[in-house]
């Protein structure tokens, strides 16, 4: 059983308000939460925010939220608060075609996707190629895209990741991994298969649990990358290639710029 829910914060640093922002015609978080229930793989979609706007919103537009502490450091920390409040209640997963899943409990087999509600876009395939990988040994897991460009490359705002040859995740930084000795810079992505992260987390129930208990690492703060303070407590996170961009909405450019890419939507 995998449930997606979409953490959605009213009071963003640099773009207060965003799920509420209207995408012509639709709120960003009713984007988020369509594209995400067309994704085979979820049992159920919901939205856990902190904000009485957005609730009531998600509410009114016929999809599901729940309520959520404020003071939650990450979308990881609020989506174990919304999986806990579904655990504690004791409601039964149902998926999109209107057949009830047999009751059973919840159990450590159940996973939970972390899917970002500023992706307006996110490709319900996309979700899919994560959900694929996710048979029950897998503790966390999440997305990676060979890099392209020498720009791309060498952003500080893409998260770089090297794999091992089970593909799973031997380390994420901002900087360029690996160094590549012998090639002038703006060709090592010619050299060299380079990966950066992209899409989602995944995580399995129990696991999630204990990541919300985890103190903060010193190559977190260094990076400024939560996942670093799960590989260095050692948590084994498994990366799924995928065909798919990320695209999402940090400020009014950031949507601009996206809605430019996407000039045939219509609905």
């Known amino acids: 059983m995998i449930l997606g829910i979409i953490p959605a914060r009213y009071g963003s640093t640099r773009f207060p308000g965003k799920p509420l922002i209207d995408i012509k015609g639709k709120s960003m978080i009713q984007r988020v939460y369509e594209q995400a229930t067309q994704a085979r793989c ?73 899917i970002q509600g500023d992706e307006p876009f996110v490709a319900p395939q996309q979700i899919d190629e994560l959900g694929a990988i996710l048979d029950g040994s897998v503790e966390i897991a999440s997305q990676m895209i060979p890099v392209s460009s020498a720009e791309a490359l060498w952003d500080i705002g893409e998260a770089k990741v090297i794999v091992n040859q089970d593909f799973e995740a031997i380390y994420f930084s901002r900087s360029v991994i690996p160094y590549l000795k012998g090639f002038p810079q703006d060709q090592w992505h010619l050299r060299h298969t380079y990966y950066r992260q992209v899409g989602m987390y995944a995580y399995r129930a129990d696991i999630l649990e204990k990541l919300t208990q985890l103190p903060v690492s010193d190559l977190e703060k260094a990076e400024s990358l939560e996942q670093l303070r799960w590989l260095q407590h050692g948590f084994k996170i498994k990366m799924a290639l995928t065909q798919y961009e990320s695209h999402c909405v940090d400020t009014l450019e950031d949507l601009n710029r996206i809605l430019a890419s996407h000039q045939s939507l219509n609905h």
């Open 42 to 114: 979820l049992s159920k979609v919901i939205v856990a925010t902190d904000d009485e706007r957005i609730f009531q919103h998600v509410q009114a537009f016929g999809g599901e939220a729940v309520m959520t502490h404020s003071d939650h450091p990450s979308g990881t920390d609020r989506c174990w608060e919304a999986y806990s409040e579904f655990k504690v209640e004791g409601l039964e997963f149902t998926v999109e075609s209107n057949v009830t899943v047999n009751p059973q409990p919840l159990t450590s087999n159940h996973y939970i996707i972390n």
